[in-house]
């Protein structure tokens, strides 16, 4: 009767460890999605991070602008990418894509964090040249 006890107590044990694991694997896949434009190579970087110090440190070295950034997870990054894969947009190094006024409406309407800033410029540019001719 003892041992039922004892094999109990394990097997609920193995099921709060597994439970635990899965918990800390949820918390550690939700994180902080962003865009960095950078305007010496006109390419815009998307990515997933933990903390805002990784997006610090890339603001820095890499000498890029913080479009926008918001919550999320990494699955939203995956979708993201092979949803503009399948529209034919080229990502380079698997985090680049080139900063095209089709690639910031794409990424607007999937609710991709781009800010506004950018991409009102760019249809303002483009209103304003319809507007002359």
């Not at 899965?22 to 010496?40: A, F, H, V």
């Not at 699955?75 to 993201?80: A, E, N, T, V």
């Not at 080229?90 to 309407?109: A, D, G, P, Q, W």
């Not at 506004?116 to 319809?130: D, E, G, M, T």
Request: proline share 1%; charged share 30%.
């Amino acid at each position: 009767m003892l041992k039922k006890e004892l094999q109990r107590f394990t097997n609920f044990g193995n099921f709060l460890n597994k439970a635990k694991q899965k918990l800390i694997k949820k918390e550690i896949k939700q994180g902080i999605l962003y865009t960095l434009y950078s305007d010496q190579s006109n390419i815009i970087e998307v990515g997933f991070t933990i903390d805002n110090k990784t997006i610090e440190d890339k603001l820095i070295e890499d000498k890029l602008i913080l479009l926008d950034s918001k919550k999320g997870s990494l699955q939203d990054l995956r979708i993201l990418k092979e949803t503009l894969n399948q529209l034919g947009l080229f990502i380079f190094n698997n985090k680049y894509y080139k900063c095209t006024e089709l690639s910031l409406r794409h990424m607007k309407t999937l609710g991709w964090p781009i800010g506004n800033s950018l991409y009102k410029q760019r249809v303002i540019k483009k209103k304003i040249s319809y507007g002359i001719n």
